[in-house]
């Protein structure tokens, strides 16, 4: 076997594995937006109790929206091969997320330990979720940046983004991270929606 057609094989293995990756996160994304549909439902037909929403909801969302950009920017960074200024974006993400999840947990807090009653119920059992899952990208997040942060140069970069493997999971995390962003200001928005 020559060296092309060796090559044109792992190509092509490799190209499989994207398409089944891709599959696999889309069905589990679906999945997910299948748990949380009935509650987004059941919260947009609430009627309001003299319930409102924890001011740190409103907090986190921006947070949220801003570690939504900082990923946009982590991908031009990491197609320009800058590992350094990767690391930082990175860093500042999970940051943000880990303020994003203590914001949450104050607003949890102030809905759990307040009237529990109404729909306010329903709005803690979607951040608790929401929590959970966004720990999950949390975990990618930060075993992306341990990897990244090892990396100084251009070209280590370049190198370490040709293993097929790591660039469909940078490219999977941020799919999955968007998602994430999409479903919170979705949950808030309706909570904004019927509350207010």
């Known amino acids: 076997m020559s ?8 190509l092509d293995a490799a190209q499989k594995k994207k398409t089944a990756s891709e599959l696999l996160l889309i069905f589990g994304m679906a999945a ?4 949380f549909l009935p509650l987004i439902v059941k919260l947009a037909k609430a009627s309001p109790q003299g319930e409102t929403i924890p001011a740190e909801f409103g907090l986190s969302t921006m947070l949220l929206l801003a570690n939504t950009w900082l990923f946009s920017k982590a991908r031009k960074l990491r197609q320009r091969d800058m590992p350094l200024a990767l690391g ?3 860093l500042l993400m999970l940051l943000g997320s880990a303020a994003f999840s203590v ?4 607003g949890w807090s102030k809905i759990f330990h307040g009237s529990l009653f109404g729909q306010m119920r329903i709005m803690a059992i979607l951040v608790m979720y929401h929590g959970l899952h966004l720990l999950a990208g949390m975990i990618a997040l930060a075993g992306i940046w341990i990897k990244i942060r090892r990396l100084r140069s251009g070209a280590d970069c370049y190198i370490h983004f040709l293993q097929p493997s790591r660039a469909i999971f940078f490219r999977l995390t941020a799919t999955y991270w968007d998602f994430l962003a999409f479903l919170w200001v979705l949950i808030y928005v309706i909570s904004l929606v019927r509350y207010l």
């Open 32 to 35: 997910m937006f299948m748990l």
């Open 103 to 106: 914001l949450q947990y104050f």
């Open 3 to 10: 060296l092309i057609q060796k090559t044109v094989r792992q």
């Open 88 to 90: 930082k974006v990175l």
